[in-house]
C-alpha cells in the first residue's frame, strides 16, 4: 500500500513537466500544473507521515533491470526529511499557483513548472535513497534545477557571476561528497553494505569519510567559510524558489550528514563533535551578525539560513560529543534538537521568503529602506510575518523556541560528564547560542519594525495592498504551523524520540525533553485568556499624532531607519564588518559650505578577501601556465598521445 | 494548601512590585534631600491611567496596543516561575531557566515593535538602544542561571532554589559569588535601572527604555509600568531566591509562612536599599559603555561556568 502510494507520488511529480508542456497551449489548462503538483505533494506528504509516526519501512529496487545500482528505499530518518520536503512544498506551491502567473507569463511560466516538480523530485530522491548511485544523482540534478530555477527570473552579467559560483561551490561539495562515498569502495553498493563496512574501517578512514562529508555536506548547507554562495544565490531567485532553496534544499546537507555520521560511522573521537560545534558556532554567530548589516530583504534572510544552519550544528556537534562520550540519552536529545530545528527552520524560513515575495508582489522593492507601514496595508501578510519573525527568533510559544530549547538543555546535559573538555565546553556553547538568539531578536525587530510598522516610507509601500487569496493561504497554513509546534512539540517529539532510538542504539528520549511540553499549553492557555480579556475589555481609543516635541511636520523621512537601527551593534561588532568608508568632500568657496559630499561604505567579507581571493588567483595563474601545453600544432598534440600511450604501457608493466 | 501558598506568591509579587517601586523612589528623595512622594504613589499612578483614554497614533497598527499586553502577560508568566516564601513555585517544577530567561525576551521584543509602531524616531532610537543592551545581556544572564544549574543538577528554578536551601551557608561554594556577581549586573541591565538606563530621565536624547514607551498613554501605559514594576521586584526575588533563600518556608503552615514573609520582606528591604544607595552615588553610562559593563557581566558569567564544572 505504502509502495504503491509512494510510487503514483514519484510518477504524479514526473508528469507534472509533461502535463504543463501539454497543457500551455489550452486556455483553461493554465491552473492544471499547480494542481497536479499539489495533489501529488499531498500524498507524498501523507506516505512520509506514516513512515516517519508509524516506522513502516518499504524498498524500491531497480537494480534488477537497470544495469546501474539504483534503489530508493524508507526509513524513519529519510521519513522525516520526506516529511519536511513535502509539507514544507505543499503551502509554497499553493502560493505559487498565484504568484508565478502574476509575475511570470509566456515561456518563463511553463519552464517554473517544469522545473518545479523536478527540482521537488531530485531532493525527495536525495533524502529516499538507499545506493550511492541514486544519492548523487539526485544531488547532481538538485544543484541543476535550482541553477535552472534561478536563471528564469532574469539575466545579467551580475546574475551569471553569482550563479557561477553558485555552480562551482556545489561541484566543489559534490566533489567532497563523491569523495567520501569513494572511500567505502569496494563496499558501496547499497548503505547497508556501507554501513557494515564502516565497523570495520581503520579509524584514519573513518576520520577521512567524516572530513570529506563534513566539508562536502558543509558547502551545501552554507556553514562559514563555505557559505559564500548562499547570499548570492537565495536572493536572486524567484521568491517560492528561494523559500524552497532556504528552507528545504539546506536540509538535505543536514540529511547527508546525519546519514554518514550516525547512520553509517555510528561514532568517532569527540574532536568531531567539537569540529562541528566550533562550526555551527561560528556560522550562527557571523551569519547573524552579516544580517544585521543588511538591508535588502532577502538577503539579509539568507544570511539568517546561515545563523540557524549554525544552530543546527550546535546541536549536532553536541550529539557527537556525546556519542563519544558513550552518553546515548543525551545523544538523543541533541540529535532531536538539531532535526526538529530542521523542520522548524524549513517552516519559518519558507514563510519569511514567501513574506518576502508577497512583499515585493504588493510594493514592488525588498529595500527595507522603502518599505514601512505594512502591517495596516496588508493585515494578514503582516501578521503571518510577525509569527515568522517571532519563531525564527526563537520566542516561547512559537516553533524556533522549542528546538532551541531542547539544544539549551543538552548543552546543560554536557555539564554532568565525566569528560572535563565536554563538561566546559558544552555549557559554554550555551552563551554562544544565547547570544545569536539575542542577535536574531535585534535583527528581526528592525526587520518587522521597519519593513511593516511606522509610516511607509515610499509612495510604493503606501500603495500595497494586501495580495491574493492562495498567496495568503499558503503563507497562513504554514504560520499555523509555526504556532501549532510551538505550542504543542509533543506531536513531532515522540515520533523524533523514536527515530533518534533507530540512529543511536540504546537511546531513548530522556524524560526532561517532555516538562516543555507539559508547560507550554498552560502558558499558552494563560496567555489567550489574559490578552483576550485585555482586549476584550472596551478601552476608549483616540486617534492622535505621534508626539514631535510639539513642533509640526513630522513626515516618515524622520523614523528611524534600518541602518540606524543596527547601528550601536555595528559600532560595537565593528571588527567583524571591517566597512571600507570613503568619504569625499568637494570644498566650496567659503571652505565651510562643501559643494558636494559624497559617502560610500562597502562591506567585503573578510572570507572573499583572505579565503577565497588568493586561492582563486593561484588556480587562474597555474590555468594560464597550462595554457603553454595547448600550442594548437597537432604534431605536438600527436606527441602526447604518444607520450601517454608509452607511460600507460609502462605502469602495466611495473605495476 | 502547596497550590495556595504558591498562587499566593503569585498574587503577592504582582501586587506588591508597585510598593517596592514607590520604596525606591521614597528613599532615593531621602537621600538626595528631598521629601519625595508617598510610598504609594505608583498605585495612584496605574489606577489613574487606567481610568484615562488610550491615545494611539494614525499610524500605528494593532501591534501597538498589543505590546502592552503581551509585556504585562509575559512579566506575570515570569512571576509565577520564582519561589518567594517556600521552596516551591506555580511553574516552579516544569519551569526551567530557560524558559524565563525567552519569556522576559518574548515581552521585550514585542516592546520593541510598539516603539517602532509610533513612526516617530524616539520609539526607534529606544528600541535600537534597547536591542543593543537587551542582545548583549542575554548571554551572561542564561550562563549564570546555568552555573547555579550546573552546580544543582537541575535546570528547574525551584528545583536550584530547594537545593541552596539544602546546603550549609557557611561551606558554600565561593564560585557562586561569580555567578551572583553577574546576575546583579545583568539584572540591572535587563530592569533598566542605573547606570544602564535612568528610569526618571527627562531627556529624550538619553532614554532607553522610557523613548520606547514615549507613545503610550493611559490604560497601555498603566499596563507597561505595572509590568515594569513586576519584573523589577521579580528579578529581585529571584536573586534572593537563588543565592540567599535561607529563612524560606521548610513546611507549609501559617506559622512557618509567616515568619518567611518576615524575612522575605526584609531581605528585599536590604536590596532596595541597595539600589537606592547606587542610584544615588553613581552616574549613568555613556550609551556605548553599557557593552563593557555587559562585558564584565558575561566575563563573570563565564568563569562561574566554568569554575562550577570544574568543582563539581
Known sequence: MMLLAFNSFLVAMLSVPIVTLISHRWRKGRALPAALLMGSLVVGTAVAAVGFWRGQRFQVDISQVASFSFALSMDRLSAFFLLLICSVSLPVILFSSSYIPRHYSGARRHWLWVLLPLFLTSMVLVVTSSTPFAFLFGWELMTLFSAGLIVIDGDSKQRRHNIFIYLVMMHAGAAAVIGAFLLFLPHASNFAQMRDSAALMSPLLRTAVFLLAFAGFGTKAGIVPLHLWLPRAHPIAPSPVSALMSGVMLKTAVYGLVRFAFDFLGSGPSWWGYLVLFAGAVSGLLGVLYAIGEHDLKRLLAYHSVENIGIIYLGLGSALVFTANHSSVWAALALTAALLHCLNHAIFKSLLFLGAGAISDAAHTLDLEELGGLQKRMPLTGTVFLIACCSIVGLPLFNGFVSEWLTFRSFLAGSEMTNLSAAIVLPLAAGVLALIGGLAAACFAKVYGVGFLGRPRSGEAGRANEVSLPMQAGMGALATACVVIGIFPGLVLRSLGALTEELLPGAALPPEATSLTVVLPWIALFVLVLVGGFAGFKRAKKLTATWACGLPGLDERMQYTSPAFSKPLRKVFSRVYRAERTLEVVPGDPPYFPVSISYRSVRTTSFEKFLYRPGVDAIVTAALRLRRLQTGNIQIYLLYIFAALIALLMFMRWA | ?312
Open chain 2, 1 to 312: 494548601m502547596t497550590l495556595m501558598t504558591n498562587v499566593l506568591q503569585v498574587l503577592l509579587l504582582i501586587l506588591l512590585a508597585p510598593l517596592v517601586r514607590g520604596v525606591i523612589s521614597r528613599i532615593k528623595a531621602r537621600i538626595q534631600n528631598r521629601r519625595g512622594a508617598s510610598v504609594w504613589r505608583p498605585y495612584a499612578d496605574v489606577l489613574k491611567l487606567f481610568r484615562k483614554q488610550d491615545l494611539v497614533p494614525a499610524s500605528a497598527s494593532f501591534v501597538f496596543r498589543l505590546a502592552p499586553m503581551v509585556v504585562f502577560t509575559t512579566t506575570l508568566v515570569v512571576a509565577a516561575f520564582v519561589p518567594l516564601l517556600h521552596g516551591s513555585a506555580l511553574l516552579g517544577v516544569t519551569g526551567d531557566f530557560v524558559l524565563l530567561v525567552y519569556l522576559l525576551a518574548l515581552g521585550r521584543f514585542f516592546l520593541m515593535l510598539g516603539a517602532m509602531d509610533g513612526g516617530s524616531s524616539f520609539g526607534g532610537m529606544g528600541a535600537s538602544r534597547e536591542a543593543l543592551v537587551s542582545t548583549l545581556a542575554e548571554a551572561p544572564f542564561l550562563l549564570a542561571l546555568m552555573s547555579v544549574a550546573i552546580a544543582a543538577h537541575t535546570a528547574s528554578i525551584a528545583g536550584m532554589v530547594q537545593w541552596t536551601m539544602g546546603q550549609n551557608f557557611f561551606q558554600f561554594s565561593a564560585v557562586y559569588a561569580l555567578a551572583f556577581a553577574a546576575l546583579v549586573l545583568v539584572a540591572i541591565a535587563e530592569t533598566g535601572r542605573i547606570p544602564v538606563d535612568n528610569p526618571t530621565t527627562h531627556l529624550e536624547l538619553t532614554m532607553i527604555h522610557e523613548a520606547m514607551v514615549l507613545e503610550y498613554s493611559g490604560p497601555s501605559l498603566a499596563l507597561i509600568e505595572w509590568a515594569s514594576a513586576i519584573k523589577l521586584t521579580v528579578v529581585m526575588a529571584l536573586l534572593i531566591a537563588l543565592f540567599v533563600p535561607w529563612g524560606m518556608a521548610s513546611s507549609v503552615s501559617a506559622l512557618a509562612l509567616g515568619v518567611a514573609s518576615l524575612v522575605m520582606l526584609l531581605k528585599i528591604a536590604a536590596l532596595v536599599l541597595a539600589l537606592a544607595l547606587v542610584e544615588c552615588s553613581v552616574a549613568k553610562l555613556r550609551m556605548y559603555l553599557v557593552p563593557d559593563f555587559l562585558g564584565v557581566a558575561s566575563a563573570l558569567a563565564i568563569l562561574a561556568v566554568v569554575f562550577t564544572a570544574l568543582m563539581r
